[in-house]
C-alpha cells in the first residue's frame, strides 16, 4: 500500500492540532489505525487532497475512539485521556466543517453514536466506523462520477 | 421569582425536549442504563440557562419557528450535560445535584461514552433536520466543543501554577464557560433570522454574561457551603485551580508566600488557613466588583438594543446574574 496519504491525512491533522494540547499522533499508529481506510480511499475516484482530508478527519475520530477505549480505571493518566478523546471529536467536526465535509459529518454521525451505545453496553462494534466511512466513500464516488458525466453531457450538447 | 418563569419560560417543556432527544432514539432501548442514566440526570435539575439564552435569542428575530428553536435548546442543554458527565471524571466528583454523578452510577468506562453518545446524537439529529447549510454549519459550529476543551487542557496545564495571568485566566473561563453561552444567544437569534449586527451584539453580552457568572461561580468557593456546592469549600484552591480571588490575593507579598506553599499535598488545615487569609483579605470584594463591571458592560449593550420586546429578558438575565436592572 501506498503510504503517502496516510503521511499526508496525518500531517494535515498534525497542524490543525492547537499545542495546547500536545497531542502528536506517531507514524507507526497512523499506519495501524489507517490502513484499512487509506486502501478503500486509494481505490476510489476521489481527488488525493480530498482523500487525504477524508482521511485526516477518520484518523481525528479514531484516535478519539482510542483515547476514550482507555478510560477505564481512576488512574493519573484518566483525565488527559478523556479530554485528548473530546478534543479529538471537537477536532473532527470543526476541520469537517472547515472543509465543507458536510455529508461525511452526515453520514458518519449514526456511527459514531452506536459505537458509543455499543460500547456503553460493554459489547464494542468498533468496526462501524469503517463500515460508515466505505458507504461514504461509495456515495461520493457515485456523486462525483455523476457529476462528470453531466458536464460530459452538457459539453457534448454545446 | 425563578429565572425561567421571569422569563416566561416553562422548564417542564424544556425537560420535555431534552428527554424526547434520548427517548426518540430509535437505537437506544428505553429500559437501558444509558437512557436511564441521562433521564435521570436530566431530572435530577440543573438551572437550564444555556436553552434559556437560546430561546430570549431567538425573540431578537422576525420568524418563530418554534419546533426548531426548542429543539435547539434542548441540544444546547444535552451539550452541557454531556460535558457534566465528563467533567466530574475529569475532577473526579463522586456527586453531581447532590446526588452520585453519572460515572459514581455506571463505573467509568459505560459514563465517558454515555456523555460522548450524547455529544453524537446532537450531531446527528442537527444533520438531520438542518436542510440548510449555512445553518447546519453554523448550528453545527456552535456546538462544537473545541474551546471547551482547550480551556480544560488550559485548566490542567495551570494547576498550581501562581503565574497565572490575569489574561490567562480570563481566556480559559471563556473557554471554559462563557463562550458557549454567547453561542446559546446567537443561535437563537440566527435560527430566528436575526441579522448578523444583532446576534453579533447577543454574542458579546452572553460572553460578559458567562465571564461575570464564572468569577461568580469562583467566589462561591470562598462563601459557599458545602450543602450549597455540593463539594467541600475551597475545592478550588485545593486541586490548584488559581482563580481570581486567589490572582488578586497574589498581590499582596504575604499572603502570596503563603498560597504558594499550597500544592497537591498541602494538608487540609493549612488550606484552610490559606482560605481564611484570602477571605479576609478583600479580594473577594475585588473579584466581586470586577464581576458586576462586566455586567455593567453587558448592561450597556442590553441599553443598545432597545426597540426589542425582548431587551426586558436581557436586563431579567442580568438581574438574574445580580446586577441592578434599568
Given at each position: 500500500?501506498?503510504?503517502?496519504?496516510?503521511?499526508?491525512?496525518?500531517?494535515?491533522?498534525?497542524?490543525?492540532?492547537?499545542?495546547?494540547?500536545?497531542?502528536?499522533?506517531?507514524?507507526?499508529?497512523?499506519?495501524?489505525?489507517?490502513?484499512?481506510?487509506?486502501?478503500?480511499?486509494?481505490?476510489?475516484?476521489?481527488?488525493?487532497?480530498?482523500?487525504?482530508?477524508?482521511?485526516?478527519?477518520?484518523?481525528?475520530?479514531?484516535?478519539?475512539?482510542?483515547?476514550?477505549?482507555?478510560?477505564?480505571?481512576?488512574?493519573?493518566?484518566?483525565?488527559?485521556?478523556?479530554?485528548?478523546?473530546?478534543?479529538?471529536?471537537?477536532?473532527?467536526?470543526?476541520?469537517?466543517?472547515?472543509?465543507?465535509?458536510?455529508?461525511?459529518?452526515?453520514?458518519?454521525?449514526?456511527?459514531?453514536?452506536?459505537?458509543?451505545?455499543?460500547?456503553?453496553?460493554?459489547?464494542?462494534?468498533?468496526?462501524?466506523?469503517?463500515?460508515?466511512?466505505?458507504?461514504?466513500?461509495?456515495?461520493?464516488?457515485?456523486?462525483?462520477?455523476?457529476?462528470?458525466?453531466?458536464?460530459?453531457?452538457?459539453?457534448?450538447?454545446? | 421569582m425563578k429565572l425561567n418563569e421571569a422569563l416566561q419560560i416553562p422548564l417542564?417543556?424544556i425537560?420535555?425536549?431534552?428527554?424526547?432527544?434520548?427517548?426518540?432514539?430509535?437505537?437506544?432501548?428505553?429500559?437501558?442504563?444509558?437512557?436511564?442514566?441521562?433521564?435521570?440526570?436530566?431530572?435530577?435539575g440543573g438551572k437550564r440557562l444555556r436553552p434559556l439564552m437560546?430561546i430570549v435569542?431567538?425573540?431578537?428575530?422576525?420568524?418563530?419557528?418554534?419546533?426548531?428553536?426548542?429543539?435547539?435548546?434542548?441540544?444546547?442543554?444535552?451539550?452541557?450535560?454531556?460535558?457534566?458527565?465528563?467533567?466530574?471524571?475529569?475532577?473526579?466528583?463522586?456527586?453531581?445535584?447532590?446526588?452520585?454523578?453519572?460515572?459514581?452510577?455506571?463505573?467509568?468506562?459505560?459514563?465517558?461514552?454515555?456523555?460522548?453518545?450524547?455529544?453524537?446524537?446532537?450531531?446527528?439529529?442537527?444533520?438531520?433536520?438542518?436542510?440548510?447549510?449555512?445553518?447546519?454549519?453554523?448550528?453545527?459550529?456552535?456546538?462544537?466543543?473545541?474551546?471547551?476543551?482547550?480551556?480544560?487542557?488550559?485548566?490542567?496545564?495551570?494547576?498550581?501554577?501562581?503565574?497565572?495571568?490575569?489574561?490567562?485566566?480570563?481566556?480559559?473561563?471563556?473557554?471554559?464557560?462563557?463562550?458557549?453561552m454567547?453561542?446559546?444567544?446567537?443561535?437563537?437569534?440566527?435560527?430566528?433570522?436575526?441579522?448578523?449586527?444583532?446576534?453579533?451584539?447577543?454574542?458579546?453580552?452572553?460572553?460578559?454574561l458567562?465571564?461575570?457568572f464564572?468569577?461568580?461561580?469562583?467566589?462561591?468557593?470562598?462563601?459557599?457551603?458545602?450543602?450549597?456546592?455540593?463539594?467541600?469549600?475551597?475545592?478550588?484552591?485545593?486541586?490548584?485551580?488559581?482563580?481570581?480571588?486567589?490572582?488578586?490575593?497574589?498581590?499582596?507579598?504575604?499572603?502570596?508566600?503563603?498560597?504558594?506553599?499550597?500544592?497537591?499535598?498541602?494538608?487540609?488545615?493549612?488550606?484552610?488557613?490559606?482560605?481564611?487569609?484570602?477571605?479576609?483579605?478583600?479580594?473577594?470584594?475585588?473579584?466581586?466588583?470586577?464581576?458586576?463591571?462586566?455586567?455593567?458592560?453587558?448592561?450597556?449593550?442590553?441599553?443598545?438594543?432597545?426597540?426589542?420586546?425582548?431587551?426586558r429578558d436581557l436586563y431579567t438575565l442580568l438581574d438574574y446574574f445580580g446586577c441592578?436592572s434599568?
Amino acid at each position: 500500500m501506498n503510504t503517502s496519504l496516510i503521511q499526508n491525512a496525518s500531517k494535515l491533522l498534525q497542524v490543525q492540532l492547537a499545542p495546547e494540547s500536545g497531542i502528536a499522533p506517531d507514524t507507526a499508529s497512523s499506519l495501524c489505525l489507517l490502513s484499512d481506510a487509506a486502501q478503500m480511499l486509494e481505490d476510489s475516484t476521489l481527488p488525493p487532497l480530498r482523500s487525504a482530508r477524508i482521511l485526516a478527519l477518520y484518523y481525528a475520530v479514531r484516535l478519539a475512539m482510542q483515547c476514550h477505549q482507555a478510560c477505564k480505571a481512576p488512574d493519573s493518566q484518566l483525565a488527559r485521556r478523556l479530554l485528548d478523546g473530546d478534543y479529538l471529536y471537537s477536532v473532527y467536526l470543526d476541520l469537517a466543517l472547515k472543509w465543507e465535509e458536510f455529508d461525511l459529518i452526515a453520514a458518519l454521525a449514526p456511527f459514531i453514536k452506536k459505537i458509543q451505545i455499543k460500547r456503553a453496553e460493554g459489547a464494542p462494534q468498533d468496526e462501524l466506523l469503517l463500515q460508515g466511512l466505505s458507504r461514504f466513500i461509495r456515495t461520493a464516488c457515485k456523486m462525483l462520477n455523476d457529476s462528470a458525466r453531466q458536464q460530459t453531457l452538457a459539453a457534448e450538447a454545446i | 421569582m425563578k429565572l425561567n418563569e421571569a422569563l416566561q419560560i416553562p422548564l417542564t417543556s424544556i425537560d420535555r425536549e431534552i428527554t424526547n432527544i434520548v427517548k426518540h432514539d430509535p437505537d437506544v432501548p428505553r429500559s437501558s442504563e444509558l437512557a436511564g442514566a441521562i433521564t435521570g440526570l436530566i431530572a435530577s435539575g440543573g438551572k437550564r440557562l444555556r436553552p434559556l439564552m437560546v430561546i430570549v435569542g431567538s425573540r431578537f428575530g422576525p420568524a418563530s419557528d418554534k419546533r426548531k428553536i426548542w429543539r435547539l435548546a434542548a441540544a444546547a442543554e444535552f451539550i452541557h450535560a454531556a460535558s457534566l458527565i465528563h467533567d466530574d471524571i475529569l475532577d473526579d466528583s463522586p456527586l453531581r445535584r447532590g446526588r452520585p454523578a453519572t460515572h459514581t452510577q455506571t463505573g467509568i468506562y459505560p459514563a465517558v461514552h454515555i456523555g460522548s453518545y450524547m455529544s453524537a446524537r446532537v450531531v446527528e439529529l442537527i444533520a438531520e433536520y438542518s436542510a440548510d447549510r449555512k445553518r447546519y454549519v453554523f448550528d453545527l459550529s456552535s456546538m462544537a466543543t473545541s474551546r471547551l476543551c482547550i480551556g480544560e487542557y488550559q485548566q490542567l496545564k495551570h494547576a498550581f501554577d501562581y503565574d497565572l495571568t490575569l489574561d490567562q485566566y480570563l481566556e480559559k473561563s471563556r473557554n471554559k464557560t462563557s463562550l458557549l453561552m454567547a453561542a446559546c444567544l446567537r443561535i437563537g437569534a440566527q435560527a430566528a433570522g436575526a441579522d448578523e449586527d444583532i446576534s453579533g451584539r447577543l454574542y458579546e453580552f452572553g460572553d460578559k454574561l458567562g465571564l461575570s457568572f464564572q468569577i461568580r461561580d469562583d467566589l462561591l468557593d470562598f462563601t459557599g457551603t458545602e450543602e450549597q456546592l455540593g463539594k467541600p469549600a475551597g475545592s478550588d484552591l485545593r486541586s490548584g485551580q488559581v482563580t481570581l480571588p486567589v490572582l488578586f490575593a497574589l498581590e499582596d507579598a504575604k499572603l502570596a508566600q503563603r498560597i504558594r506553599r499550597v500544592g497537591p499535598s498541602t494538608s487540609s488545615e493549612e488550606v484552610d488557613g490559606v482560605l481564611a487569609a484570602i477571605r479576609s483579605s478583600g479580594c473577594l470584594e475585588r473579584a466581586e466588583a470586577y464581576s458586576l463591571r462586566l455586567l455593567e458592560e453587558a448592561r450597556r449593550l442590553a441599553d443598545g438594543l432597545e426597540g426589542f420586546e425582548a431587551q426586558r429578558d436581557l436586563y431579567t438575565l442580568l438581574d438574574y446574574f445580580g446586577c441592578r436592572s434599568k
